[in-house]
DNA sequence: TATATTCCTATTAATCAGATAGGAATATGG
DNA sequence: CCATATTCCTATCTGATTAATAGGAATATA
């Protein structure tokens, strides 16, 4: 129940590789082998975590990728979101009146609670804080 | 991203239907047809509402199930672990040292510390907010 | 021009949730 | 004792999603 998608966690370890390089690139297969992510599943990853502003990268000789900011400006949910988009407990969250009880459904109430709650979670911790303790 | 099952959802709903009748009982196609739930997969969740002794049950001719407590005395987590088992955003939570780094990893201690966080705002909501407001 | 890299797109494989099916066990009322 | 209505048990199917693999195009360097 609630369980993390494999990607994420692979997420938040390329994220704390690069963030122990303080600046300097590295390359996905660098980051793949000191952290046991499959190679190639690894690339597309650190391509959502680029679109998202994370990270970025050089291509072609000595190219690879470098973080974006400081690891105490990342907060752990805009990994989260990069990876698997925003948290939705129920499909219903984002779309008022969708069940037949109209606006104010209690149960969605209760569900958009949660993700305020695990949102706020996430939003309050730093990749710094979970890196390096 | 974190979403909750159809089953747990499904089990709300009949539980809220249940707590309506306030110790009546219902039975399985009763709650079915009223709540819009598959009458055969109701079955299998009723079956584990009963064995978490949220409901009760009588077999045959006038059987039906029945709410087993006050419906203000049932935790919304209750109903969660019932149907989905405990909270586990990663394996390890129940495994400290599971993986390399040992006993203090910190993102075990970031993943642990969701789960209580959740854990919290489930147990602190009953069915009777849920289902009545 | 050879090489090392990111980047893009498709495909496969494995896993799991949701749903269905059939029937055994059990209780009730006629 | 029998017909019926129910819970209860076990097996199976199906479709969606995630995890992983594969091949190669684009790009940069020396």
Chains 1, 2 share one sequence.
């Not at 609630?2 to 297969?29: D, H, N, P, W």
């Not at 959502?48 to 072609?60: D, P, Q, T, V």
Request: proline residues 4%.
């Amino acid at each position: 129940m609630f369980s993390v998608s494999a990607r994420t966690q692979y997420a938040i370890r390329a994220m704390s590789c690069l963030a122990k390089r303080e600046g300097r690139s590295a390359t996905s297969a660098e980051i793949a082998q000191s952290e046991s992510i499959p190679a190639k599943y690894l690339e597309g990853i650190l391509s959502r975590l680029k679109a998202s502003g994370l990270i970025e990268s050089e291509r072609g000789k000595n190219g690879g990728y470098r973080m974006a900011k400081d690891p105490a400006e990342i907060r752990m949910l805009e990994i989260v979101e990069a990876i698997d988009g925003r948290i939705k407990p129920v499909t219903c969250v984002d779309a008022p009146g969708a069940c037949s009880q109209g606006g104010d459904c209690h149960p969605r109430n209760f569900w958009i609670g949660l993700k305020t709650t695990i949102d706020a979670y996430l939003a309050e911790r730093t990749l710094k804080d979970v890196s390096e303790g």
